[in-house]
């Protein structure tokens, strides 16, 4: 039974190149939430997918940052340009449906480090 | 619009002692869920409790329990004969029904000494 499934675990990167995060959901789970967590800071809200739809995106920057589920396959988010500000723990968490009263699994997240 | 507060930054205790993390909420919705996950050093996110809005009861987990108070918006967690294993950082988070944006406090670092 595996749980929500993140990688790379870590993840290094030039500023200026891009970064690709991948997030497998809990087998079953058709609703994917991307959370980011600075250093010392508690975790925010980026954006919540179903399969090949973006529902919420109003925690997600503006510029740089792009999500997908497609219908086959991981969620990635992706992040062009890279700068450091961008350094972060990234947790991807799912559930299985619309019931929001169901725990967010979390996978264990992919470290990103901005050189 | 919702927030979680979690006034306590740090806790240190000595193995065997109680503790208690605070959790504060804001909201002025009725239905809602409340969190607590715990991140240990090792950095991935351990699910310990949900509540809704309408379940006051209090929960006990083996050593863990959660005290649910609606009339001063608190959602408190106690460890009871902390161990070494508690050490992590422990977060309280807020949803409202209908919302997909989870709301996180900024977790208190809880390190309990041998």
């Known amino acids: 039974n595996a749980g929500v499934m993140q990688n790379p675990r870590h993840l290094v990167r030039r500023r200026g190149q891009e970064a690709r995060l991948r997030c497998s959901p809990v087998k079953g789970h058709s609703h994917v939430y991307w959370y980011r967590q600075l250093p010392e800071e508690g975790l925010k809200f980026m954006v919540y997918?179903?399969?090949?739809?973006?529902?919420?995106e109003s925690g997600m920057p503006k510029e740089r940052f792009s999500a997908e589920f497609p219908k086959e396959g991981p969620s990635i988010l992706r992040i062009q340009q890279v700068v450091r500000g961008d350094s972060a723990a990234y947790f991807c968490?799912?559930?299985?449906?619309?019931?929001?009263?169901?725990?967010?699994?979390f996978g264990d997240g992919t470290r990103l480090s901005i050189l | 619009a919702q927030k979680v507060t979690q006034a306590q930054t740090e806790i240190s205790v000595v193995e065997k002692e109680d503790v208690t993390l605070d959790c504060v909420y804001e909201t002025r919705d009725t239905t809602y869920y409340l969190f607590w996950y715990k991140q240990p050093p090792s950095g991935e996110l351990v699910f310990l409790i949900r509540r809704n809005s309408f379940d006051e009861q209090n929960e006990i987990s083996g050593r863990y329990s959660w005290n649910f108070q609606k009339s001063t918006s608190s959602f408190n967690f106690t460890i009871t004969a902390s161990q070494v294993v508690d050490s992590a950082v422990y977060f309280c988070?807020?949803?409202?029904?209908?919302?997909?944006?989870?709301?996180f406090g900024a977790g208190t670092r809880l390190t309990v000494k041998p």
């Open positions: 968490a799912s559930s299985p449906g619309t019931e929001i009263n169901q725990p967010q699994h």
């Open positions: 988070a807020l949803i409202l029904y209908n919302n997909n944006d989870m709301r």
């Open positions: 997918l179903q399969k090949e739809n973006i529902i919420d």
